[in-house]
Structure formats: structure tokens, C-alpha cells
């Protein structure tokens, strides 16, 4: 007895699709109204004054073009990715460019993430026009409208905390993390199909969530804390569904597949 084919993924095209779609859903018509209702709370608590949302549709015009055109990628170190030994070593403090540095408090949190997130659109958007333009063979329709959806749930959750920031006085982070990056371009240009790009966006996703689990202890304010306990689930729903794509039951595990403790943070960005 022959099984049904299942392209280069772990699931069929019509699974992806409808996990896609029910993650699309629940970003906007959860995800969205819970962080613009946390920001709007945050904004008020510092006393910013101007429209929230108008920072936000200002930054992802100004600065989407930026990350998807990956000319923001001046960054130093490099610490353990998912146990990936990178052969960039730390050489002084992070990239000051792009308003990451000189903050402090639940602003240092909000750069930290906001950059995080222009990591991960710049991934996102790497991967993308690799597979449209054929440099991964095979790569199911499917899996490009779940990378769509991904990247641009992403610009959102960047949006949301560049929001705060500019409504604080400070710039937005138009660079992509500094850690991560030369770790990231590294494996990327090792990604070979859809299986290897499908691993590389697992890792950021993993380490993304990691990095709001412990970010979110250092958060005083509790409009922050919501904003960040809005978009941490989510990253942890798009790793859930690339386990699916890799045929692997969801959730941290080890290479044989042995279940870890529920979202670990050895992967965490601090």
C-alpha cells in the first residue's frame, strides 16, 4: 500500500494552509486587539502624546523597507543560537545605530524586541525570495503564503514596540538584532531546500519566545508586561506550526526527538 506523497513537508499543503489561515484569524482578531489595547495603555502611562497608530503605520513605511531590503545589518558577538557554534566571537558592545543603545528600563526591552523582530522579517523575507526565485527546488505554494502570513504578523509586533518608543522621545530600531544576525546570514547561506529554511525560522521563532519569557521578568510596567504577554504566544504558535512542516510533534526537543521543558530559555537573547 503506497501513501500519499507529502511534497518536502511534513504535512500536506491543504494542513499548512488551514493552520495558516486560522493563525491569520487569531493575530487579528485576538493577537491585534490585545497589543494595540496594551500599547494604548503604556502610551498613556508615560504620557506620550499624538495618535498610536499613527506611529505605527509611520514606521512600517519608513522602516519596512529598510528590513526587507536587509540593509540594517551592522552587528557584532554572537551567543549560543540552539546550540549552533557560530565562528563570529563577541568583539565589543552591541551596534549603536538604529536606537538600540542608551535606553534603559522597559524602553531597553521594547529596543531589544522591536530588533528581534526586524531579525525575524528580514529572515522571513531572505527566505521568501529564495523560494520564488527557485534556489530551494521544491518549495510547496503553501509554505510561501505561511511565510507571508509570519513576516508580516512580525512587522506588526515590530510596529507595536517602535510605537512606544517614538511616542517616548526615542527613535525606532531599524536595525536587526545584533547578536543574532551574523549567526543567522551564516546559516542562511547553508539553507539548501525547504526543509533548512523551515529549520532556520524555527530557531528565531524559538529564541524569540525565549527571549519575551525572560524579558517580560524585567518589565515594570504592567501595560508592558500585557504588550509583551500579547505577542509571545504567537511566536511560540508560528514555532508550533514549522514543527508540523518538519514532521516533528510541536514543541522544544532534542534531536531525537525527546520532549524538553515547556519553552526553555537557553536560547534567549539578554
Not at 43 to 51: M, R, S
Not at 237 to 265: C, E, K
Amino acid at each position: 500500500m503506497r501513501f500519499p506523497q507529502r511534497d518536502t513537508i511534513g504535512i500536506s499543503e491543504a494542513e499548512l494552509a488551514s493552520m495558516t489561515t486560522d493563525l491569520d484569524a487569531m493575530h487579528h482578531e485576538v493577537g491585534m486587539p490585545a497589543m494595540n489595547e496594551a500599547i494604548d495603555g503604556w502610551a498613556d502611562d508615560i504620557g506620550a502624546k499624538g495618535p498610536r497608530h499613527h506611529n505605527r503605520r509611520t514606521f512600517l513605511f519608513r522602516a519596512g523597507g529598510v528590513i526587507a531590503g536587509g540593509a540594517a545589518l551592522l552587528a557584532v558577538g554572537a551567543p549560543e543560537f540552539a546550540g549552533v557554534a557560530s565562528a563570529v566571537t563577541a568583539s565589543g558592545p552591541p551596534n549603536s545605530q538604529g536606537g538600540i543603545t542608551g535606553l534603559t528600563g522597559d524602553l531597553a526591552v521594547a529596543a531589544l524586541a522591536a530588533s528581534l523582530e526586524n531579525l525575524a522579517v528580514y529572515a522571513y523575507n531572505a527566505g521568501i525570495s529564495a523560494a520564488t526565485a527557485g534556489k530551494l527546488g521544491t518549495v510547496p505554494p503553501a509554505v510561501v503564503t505561511f511565510a507571508t502570513t509570519v513576516k508580516s504578523q512580525h512587522m506588526d509586533h515590530a510596529a507595536a514596540w517602535n510605537a512606544i518608543l517614538t511616542a517616548s522621545g526615542k527613535n525606532a530600531v531599524t536595525v536587526t538584532e545584533p547578536s543574532l544576525t551574523p549567526v543567522v546570514n551564516q546559516l542562511f547561506a547553508k539553507v539548501t531546500d525547504v526543509t533548512g529554511l523551515a529549520q532556520l525560522a524555527l530557531q528565531l521563532e524559538n529564541a524569540a519566545a525565549q527571549t519575551y519569557q525572560v524579558q517580560s521578568t524585567k518589565l515594570k510596567s504592567k501595560k508592558a508586561i500585557a504588550t509583551s504577554s500579547s505577542i509571545q504566544p504567537v511566536e511560540m504558535q508560528h514555532a508550533a506550526i514549522l514543527y508540523f512542516v518538519l514532521g516533528q510533534y510541536p514543541g522544544v526537543q532534542t534531536s531525537s526527538g525527546a520532549p524538553i521543558a515547556f519553552n526553555p530559555t537557553s536560547t534567549a537573547v539578554s
